[in-house]
């Protein structure tokens, strides 16, 4: 029996997985599939699948949720600055084509794009600069409209991330799946 942690939005969620590690044998007694394991017998690695990067997502999302709601909090606040969350931009640099350095040690400066288990999330103040100081920046309907859009994607990462966790564990039934 092997245990696997995934960080989802917040503390660490577990779940057992019942699989027979034994070479060339799957846990329903049949023969392993493609996608359940590698040409030599090991099992899946479920670091090398979106799950890491839809779990990244949902901690993004979470973090955004919680900038936009204060946002709409301070919105009658004299001198509030609206924040934001920045991470789609780096992430769609990390994804991209290019050259990626490599680190031979940690004080080595990183060359090319990051990999996509660097990247992180910022949350930056916007300061527009047709707003005069002492002013608010928030507008509650455009806020609102950021809150309704960031909700779905959040819904739309769990639906992605439920039928991945789902074609997995019937993959390791043996009954098809991804």
Not at 99 to 123: A, D, Q
Request: glycine share 8%.
């Amino acid at each position: 029996m092997s245990r696997v942690l995934f960080k989802l939005a917040g503390p660490w969620v577990s779940f057992s997985r019942s699989f027979s590690p034994r070479r060339g044998k799957h846990a329903s007694g049949g023969r392993w599939h493609r996608n359940c394991s590698k040409q030599n017998g090991e099992m899946l690695d479920l670091d090398r699948t979106s799950i890491p990067l839809l779990a990244k997502a949902l901690d993004v999302y979470t973090l955004r949720q919680r900038a936009i709601a204060d946002n709409i909090a301070n919105s009658e606040t004299p001198g509030f600055r609206r924040r934001e969350v920045r991470f789609e931009e780096e992430l769609r640099r990390a994804l991209g084509g290019g050259i990626r350095g490599r680190r031979t040690e940690s004080r080595h400066l990183l060359v090319g794009r990051p990999k996509v288990e660097e990247v992180r999330p910022r949350l930056v103040r916007v300061d527009d600069p047709r707003t005069p100081g002492g002013v608010n920046n928030v507008d509650m309907e455009l806020e609102m409209v950021r809150l309704t859009k960031n909700y779905l994607k959040y819904i739309s990462a769990i639906e992605v991330l439920k039928r991945r966790l789902r074609d997995i564990k019937l993959s390791i039934e043996g009954r098809g799946g991804m």
